[in-house]
Structures are given as structure tokens and as C-alpha cells.
């Protein structure tokens, strides 16, 4: 047991050591993307600036820029409360069905466990089973 005991921890280890790796990687990387994204976005606003100001006076101009990035800073933000929002929703409606189904669960094995308590050891570890081999890896980020 002791050897496969380790064995099932050096698994572990191994691919959490791996999953780590890639995410210093992905972080690392998306760093450096974000510093050239961050230089083209400066750039693209002076010469939008730049373009505004042979139109109107440079000062209009800056007003103009300044007045479209907080209309679409408040766009942003507002999809991003919708989206938590929608998140805590599902979460929520989630958290209810398990709750139900736990409920439902329990009464169903306490019946079960004063009438026949062989047939209900017998029904749980095959109830276990089909939920280990079934179950779906979520992913809520």
C-alpha cells in the first residue's frame, strides 16, 4: 500500500508541478504581450489625437478622446456586472440542485438503511462509483 501511496503522490506532484510551469509561462508571456498592447493603444491616441487636432482645436481634440474612452470604459464594466452577475446566478442555481438532490439522497438512504441495510451498502458503493466515473470536471472562472 505504501508504494502505491507514493506512486499516486508522485502522479500528483509531477502534474501539478507541470500545470504550475504553464501558468508561469502563460503569465510570463501574457505579460510581455500586455506591455506591447499597452504601447500601441498609447500610440494609437496620440495619432487619433494627432488627426483630431488638424479638425478641431487640440484641446476639443483631447476632450473627444478623453469623452470615448470613458463611454467604453462604462461599456466594459457594465458587460463585466452582467456577467458576474450572470455567474453568481448560475452559481446559486447550482448550489440549490445539489442541495436538493442531497436532500433527496439522504431521506432515500435513511429509509433505505432501516429496511435493508445490506441492500442499501451494496447500493451506495455502486452509487459512488457511477458518480467517480461520471462526473464532469467543471471549470468556473
Known sequence: MGSLGALVSALLVSDIGHTVSRYKR??????????????????????????????????????ILAVVSLFIGLIIMGVMLALSARDARLAAERRRRSIAQANIAVAASMTLFRKQPLLAAGLAVGIGALLGFTRKSRHDD
Open 26 to 63: 502563460n503569465a510570463a508571456l501574457s505579460a510581455f504581450a500586455a506591455i506591447f498592447f499597452a504601447t500601441a493603444y498609447v500610440f494609437a491616441l496620440v495619432a487619433g489625437a494627432l488627426y483630431l487636432s488638424t479638425i478641431y482645436t487640440p484641446l476639443q481634440a483631447t476632450m
